[in-house]
């Protein structure tokens, strides 16, 4: 009877908590605090927080969205933006000017830090075909998964910031 309990425990906790098991992808320092996945992105020091939600007296615990939920979020907000404007472009403080891009994919590794869960994309420039790698921030408001945030992090593979130990954004340029 024991036994049983317990696999029913784990099988429940998996399902309330399935962000628990969002996939790891490449190694080095970015973010910090603590990833979301066993294997941890980025050596262990991704974006920080859980996403595991926190159960109240008399509430029923939200569960999280699934990491393809979240890329999805992200890939309808590209998709959107190309739709509205004719193109997806960013500003690029450090290089000056406005960027067009086009998605090359949506990286498999999500997570949360505070309020926000985040992914991150490769896009290409369609004028330098420099590779770009950008973080887009996504709340979640009710039901829907909103991009709130979007930032270049590497051209080429060169990361224009790193983050300390308090998740702090630190410039690298």
Known sequence: ????????????????????????????????G???????EHGGKEHGGTAATQEHAGQIPQVPPTAEQLRQ?????????????????????????????TLERVHERVGKTGDFYYS???MRDASTN???????????AGSELNVVDVRIHKVNGQARYTYDDKDNRIPLL
């Open 34 to 40: 603590q990833a979301t996945s066993a294997s941890q």
């Open 120 to 122: 991150c994309t490769d």
């Open 73 to 101: 979020s992200i890939r309808d907000y590209i998709a959107r933006i190309e739709e509205e404007a004719g193109a997806f472009t960013i500003e690029d403080e450090v290089a000056g000017g406005t960027r067009t891009l």
């Open 130 to 140: 420099e590779l770009l790698d950008l973080d887009f921030d996504v709340e979640e």
């Open 1 to 32: 009877m024991k036994g049983k309990w317990m696999v029913g425990v784990v099988i429940g906790s998996l399902a309330v908590y399935p962000a628990i098991g969002y996939a790891a992808e490449h190694g080095g320092k970015e973010h910090a």
